[in-house]
């Protein structure tokens, strides 16, 4: 099976600041990776996604690192906004099961005026 | 497309009562899963379903919690009897295949007094 880290609990950042936020996964064979944002009160969403035939996507203030050979991957805010305030799951798949995944443990972020 | 939708949104229910939440993922996705939350636990997998069949339960905590999807529609997830510590909100999510989002529920909140 797959076990996921994430790291973290929580993180407290000044508006303009970046932020960073890390996951280890356990199986090597897994490969899809997606970062999810859940506000408070409401469902988590997707936010980007990563697969491992690549090792980093960007989509403007957000970026995903992957680290195939230490098994790790990493979500990076820059510029952050109080409105980037929210629980951060990081996320990976169980390798042959299609669709299953196994989520962290979630980064509570705050961005501070 | 609504979306994945749930009911109840809420619902408070006494020890020992029988308690059913419903989903209904998005038209055309095959895969769905429930989930459930608490801050102790995060998100955990209890159940997933491909093309209506379930494919692993591992997560299912005992055997008070079953669940089922009839037709690629709908899907209940039922406890029964219901116990306190079974309080959380559970998310019913859906994906169309493989190593791809996984499209969340507004979820319900369960509280068992």
């Known amino acids: 099976g797959e076990n996921v880290e994430q790291h973290p609990s929580t993180l407290s950042v000044q508006e303009g600041d970046s932020a960073v936020i890390k996951c280890t996964y356990s199986?090597?064979?897994?490969?899809?990776f997606p970062w999810y944002k859940q506000e408070l009160g409401k469902r988590p969403q997707l936010i980007i996604d990563i697969r491992s035939n690549v090792g980093e996507k960007k989509d403007q203030r957000i970026a995903v690192t992957l680290n195939k050979t230490a098994k790790h991957f990493s979500l990076h805010i820059t510029e952050t906004q109080p409105e980037d305030s929210a629980v951060y799951f990081c996320?990976?798949?169980?390798?042959?099961?299609?669709?299953?995944?196994?989520f962290g443990t979630g980064t509570r972020l705050q961005v501070t005026l | 497309d609504a979306g994945v939708i749930q009911s109840p949104r809420h619902e408070v229910t006494e020890m020992g009562q029988e308690v059913t939440l419903r989903c209904k993922p998005i038209?055309?996705?095959?895969?769905l899963f429930w989930y459930r939350q608490t801050m102790m636990r995060g998100l955990e997998l209890l159940i997933y379903f491909n093309n209506n069949v379930p494919i692993d339960d591992s997560g299912m905590p005992e055997d008070r919690f079953s669940a089922k999807m009839p037709n690629a529609s709908f899907s209940t997830l039922k406890i029964q009897p219901s116990e306190p510590r079974d309080s959380a909100v559970y998310f019913c999510?859906?994906?169309?295949?493989?190593?791809?989002?996984?499209?969340f529920g507004q979820g319900t909140r369960l509280t068992v007094v």
């Open positions: 996320a990976a798949n169980w390798p042959g099961t299609a669709s299953k995944l196994t």
């Open positions: 999510a859906s994906n169309p295949g493989q190593n791809t989002e996984a499209f």
């Open positions: 199986d090597s064979a897994s490969n899809y």
């Open positions: 038209s055309g996705h095959n895969s």
